[in-house]
């Protein structure tokens, strides 16, 4: 009887590192197949992210176009630049104008560039408007000379909105007679602004 049970405690010892064996392959094809569900869950997520961010692209494309007006005579032209910038130029005899708006979202930029005053136009008008949920945009205008006529910073603190018209006479003339020039920085803006120079 003695002999009985030793030889089962020794079956049992034997026994013992197989089933364990079999218990780890079961366990082995498990985990390979969570890792593996888990590696295409992570991929299928990368798609639908790579996914948006190219409809997002798309839509921003076919704003842009959508937007996009060319229109050319002797009198009025305007143009879409390639960074996004919408200008307007206007002109009838001793007239002009020029308008220049942009969106921005989230994006940092620079624009530059100049206006033209001639020695016939007899009213400069300014306006400058603008509105950014975050970041900054800060707009200068500078005589001829060089000097500062203008500069407005526009913050998510307030809407902003200018307007300025002054009259060129005989004193004034050779102050405003020549190449403005004006500067546009965005840093990390996420709203819109626009610029109208105009003379008539």
């Given amino acids: 009887m003695q002999e009985i049970k ?14 364990n064996a079999q218990v780890d392959e079961r366990k ?13 869950l992570d991929e ?26 060319f229109f050319d005579n002797e009198d009025d032209s305007y143009f879409l630049a390639d960074d ?10 001793h007239s002009s104008q020029l308008i220049l708006r942009n969106t921005f979202r989230g994006g940092s930029d620079e624009t530059k560039g100049e206006f033209e005053i001639d020695a ?12 950014v949920r975050s970041g900054h945009i800060s707009i200068r205008v500078y005589y001829p000379d060089g000097k500062l006529f203008k500069e407005l ?3 998510p603190s307030a809407q902003v909105t200018f307007n300025q018209s002054n009259t060129i006479d005989e004193e004034s003339r050779a102050r405003y007679k020549g190449a403005w020039n004006y500067e546009v920085e965005a840093d990390k803006a ?11």
């Avoid at 082995?28 to 295409?40: A, G, H, N, S």
């Avoid at 016939?120 to 408007?129: L, N, R, S, T």
């Avoid at 996420?190 to 008539?200: D, I, K, W």
Wanted: include cysteine.
């Fill in 6 to 19: 030793w030889s089962i405690f020794v079956l049992a010892l034997c026994a013992a590192p197989v089933l």
């Fill in 28 to 40: 082995i094809p498990q985990e390979e197949e969570l890792r593996m569900k888990k590696e295409m």
């Fill in 44 to 69: 299928q997520q990368r798609m639908v992210i790579i996914q948006r961010e190219h409809a997002d692209r798309e839509r921003d494309l076919a704003r842009r176009q959508r937007e996009h007006i």
């Fill in 84 to 93: 996004g910038n919408v200008f307007s130029f206007m002109g009838h005899q």
């Fill in 120 to 131: 016939e136009a007899h009213v400069f008008k300014c306006m400058i408007h603008g509105r």
């Fill in 153 to 155: 910073g526009i913050s």
């Fill in 190 to 200: 996420e709203g819109s602004y626009t610029l109208q120079l105009s003379t008539h």
